[in-house]
């Protein structure tokens, strides 16, 4: 796919997301210039053919992306603005509504700023050039982001081959909460519950818990930045997950016979779910397959 008037990106954060990214947008013939606190990151990234270091020298690019964690998009957003590296800023943290407000409430150019959150496809690991293909890039505009913004950053979600959905900050981290969030969470005390075992017990486990804990393969100190940055729409769903385990106990405690129905019941809940994700992905992946340019 042949860049419309994107030609140029900076990308700041040369981590899984940022390296993927820059790779997609180079393998789309855009100059893509690297930039990460860490040289070695950007090493790295280079190597992979994701672009090259960037330089003072460079004139102001197309698009910027901030790919760091929650916690630091602000402080790289403002600051590459201040600097003028480019026209146009998106980023690609998890947590929308308060980036987005600190945004606001730092005196960032809001004009030039597209609050954005790529979603990878399951199971996705290392920086790939299709790490986003298919897959749903959310976008959250302001009221006020004009057209010419809003079409730079669209053009950087098309080459990277996934599909814009615009959402309002609040809407989007009450998603990712429920899809996203919340696995994490239960992976994460699951997981860690498997300290009390024997470790020769370990051997004994299944495809279906490696499934359940692989979501803790994330970085944990990122992860908690993540978290702590989506702090209510995340509790909101542990209280309804922690009332529906705590229900499950007690119906396990009482021993009644009436046990098996409710926990049939119970359980009945999880399959309906399990199938809607399902059907969710089948119907993704039919409509991608529809599509002619493949992506």
């Known amino acids: 796919m042949t860049p419309a008037f994107l030609r ?8 899984v997301t940022g390296t993927s ?26 190597r992979r053919g994701a672009g090259t270091p960037w330089a003072p020298s ?28 480019g026209h146009v800023c998106t980023d690609t943290a998890g947590t929308k509504d308060i980036v987005a407000a600190e945004a606001e409430l730092r005196g960032c150019d809001l004009k030039g700023y597209v609050p954005g959150h790529p979603l990878p ?25 004009p057209r010419w913004a809003l ?5 950087l979600v098309a080459l990277c081959g996934a599909t814009r959905r615009d959402m309002t900050p609040q809407d989007h981290d009450r998603a990712v909460a429920a899809v996203s969030h919340l696995p994490y969470v239960v992976s994460a005390v699951v997981a860690g519950g498997l300290l009390d075992l024997d470790p020769e017990l370990l051997p004994l486990a299944g495809d279906e818990l490696a499934g359940l804990v ?30 529906a385990l705590s229900a499950a106990a007690r119906m396990l405690h009482r021993g009644e016979d009436t ?25 993704r992946t039919a409509e991608d397959a529809r599509r002619p340019d493949g992506r």
């Open 151 to 155: 079409a730079a950053v669209s053009e």
């Open 259 to 283: 046990v098996p129905v409710e926990l049939a019941l119970l359980l009945e809940l999880g399959e309906r779910g399990r199938t809607a994700l399902e059907a969710a992905g089948e119907d």
């Open 21 to 46: 990214i820059a790779l997609a947008l180079t393998r789309a013939g855009v100059d893509v210039a690297l930039a990460d606190r860490d040289p070695d990151a950007v090493a790295r990234a280079q």
């Open 121 to 145: 496809a399951r199971g996705a690991a290392g920086p790939s050039a299709s790490r986003f293909a298919g897959r749903p890039w959310i976008l959250c505009p302001y009221d006020t982001t």
């Open 8 to 15: 140029t990106a900076v990308v700041i954060g040369c981590g």
């Open 214 to 243: 692989r979501a803790v393969a994330a970085v944990p100190g990122a992860g908690g930045d993540l978290l702590a940055h989506n702090a209510g729409p995340v509790a909101d769903r542990l209280d309804k997950t922690a009332a």
């Open 58 to 85: 460079r004139p102001p690019a197309d698009v910027v992306v901030v790919a760091t964690p929650p916690s630091a998009v602000v402080d790289v957003l403002h600051d590459a603005q201040a600097r003028g590296l």
